[in-house]
């Protein structure tokens, strides 16, 4: 799916960069998270929102994203073992942790050479 380079919701104007990723992590917000979702075709649960929360939380912290299987365990003790999986993971965002990284308004990775 193709995103615009920018949006604007109710005055506020979110600029992407070619990936799709938030350009300014401090410009995020919950009307953005839900923008995002429905454009992703994702019905937000509390499950989805304890995940946002936790990449939030984690990159505001340590400024570098997390694993998937980090954020995995952290489900597993937030919302139980049995949600504590990647492949639970893949339930709530079926195109992987990126999808989760950019409905949370994280940056996009940069890899240095």
């Known amino acids: 799916m193709t995103l615009p380079d920018s ?7 979110y600029e992407f960069d070619f990936r799709g990723y938030l350009q300014d992590f401090s410009r995020w917000s919950p009307q953005l998270m839900d923008w ?39 489900m597993g003790e937030t919302l139980g073992r049995e949600k504590g ?18 409905i949370a308004g994280l940056p996009r990775i940069l890899l240095s050479v």
């Not at 949006?7 to 104007?13: A, C, H, K």
């Not at 999986?85 to 950019?102: C, E, R, S």
Request: no cysteine.
């Open 36 to 74: 995002y979702a429905e454009r992703e075709k994702i019905e937000l649960t509390v499950e989805h929102r304890k995940v946002i929360d936790f990449l939030r939380i984690f990159f505001a912290e340590k400024k570098v994203h997390p694993v998937a299987r980090s954020v995995a365990e952290e």
């Open 85 to 102: 999986t990647v492949k639970y993971l893949h339930t709530l965002f079926p195109t992987g942790i990126h999808q989760a990284y950019k």
């Open 7 to 13: 949006v604007e919701l109710n005055g506020t104007l």
